[in-house]
């Protein structure tokens, strides 16, 4: 069979136009990413909503907080990270070493040690007792876990890794 007798196949069924597309595609994701990443952390709170997810609020905490201080001295990575560290200590109540083994980890966000810890220790407003008890009353009602048990995994280094100061108010509050 002769290549001129060979039909050919409409457009979208040819390989290397979807190649093309997919190329296309990521290429103007790339950059429109680029762009909302430049924009100032002032126009960013003046333009979202009355009715905040919780990221979004713990993100326009941390971008205050970051804006307190002199943006021109703080690396980008830092202020991420801090930024990170505020949704996980508001919306996951971990405790101040999870949080900072989670920014740095290779199966996490990827820090490095020195962002990480920035962001570890510039949180604002945090109660970590607070946080060890929201934690206990999630093992308490959703795994029915002894109280023991509770102040163990709180206090794990392979669980929550409270201090233990902060997992003993979190047991001693419980039945309140």
């Given at each position: 069979m002769s290549m001129k007798n060979r039909p050919s196949k409409p457009w979208y069924k040819v390989?290397?136009?979807w190649l093309i597309i997919v190329v296309v595609v990521f290429s103007v994701i790339g950059v429109s990413g680029e762009n909302s990443g430049s924009s100032s952390s002032s126009s960013d709170s003046s333009s979202t909503q009355t009715h905040?997810?919780?990221k979004k609020?713990?993100?326009q905490k941390a971008s205050?907080?970051?804006s307190s201080?002199?943006?021109s001295e703080i690396p980008n990575e830092y202020k991420n990270a801090l930024k990170s560290a505020q949704?996980?200590?508001d919306t996951m109540h971990m405790s101040k070493r999870a949080i900072y083994d989670q920014l740095k980890s290779k199966h996490g966000d990827q820090f490095s040690a020195k962002a990480a810890?920035?962001?570890a220790t510039h949180l604002k407003n945090v109660d970590w007792n607070k946080n060890a008890l929201k934690s206990a009353r999630t093992y308490d009602k959703e795994m029915h876990m002894s109280p023991n048990a509770i102040h163990d995994q709180l206090t794990s280094e392979h669980?929550?890794?409270f201090t233990q100061s902060q997992a003993d108010y979190a047991v001693s509050q419980l039945g309140k």
């Amino acid at each position: 069979m002769s290549m001129k007798n060979r039909p050919s196949k409409p457009w979208y069924k040819v390989w290397w136009v979807w190649l093309i597309i997919v190329v296309v595609v990521f290429s103007v994701i790339g950059v429109s990413g680029e762009n909302s990443g430049s924009s100032s952390s002032s126009s960013d709170s003046s333009s979202t909503q009355t009715h905040s997810t919780p990221k979004k609020e713990s993100s326009q905490k941390a971008s205050a907080s970051v804006s307190s201080e002199s943006n021109s001295e703080i690396p980008n990575e830092y202020k991420n990270a801090l930024k990170s560290a505020q949704t996980y200590a508001d919306t996951m109540h971990m405790s101040k070493r999870a949080i900072y083994d989670q920014l740095k980890s290779k199966h996490g966000d990827q820090f490095s040690a020195k962002a990480a810890y920035y962001g570890a220790t510039h949180l604002k407003n945090v109660d970590w007792n607070k946080n060890a008890l929201k934690s206990a009353r999630t093992y308490d009602k959703e795994m029915h876990m002894s109280p023991n048990a509770i102040h163990d995994q709180l206090t794990s280094e392979h669980g929550d890794k409270f201090t233990q100061s902060q997992a003993d108010y979190a047991v001693s509050q419980l039945g309140k």
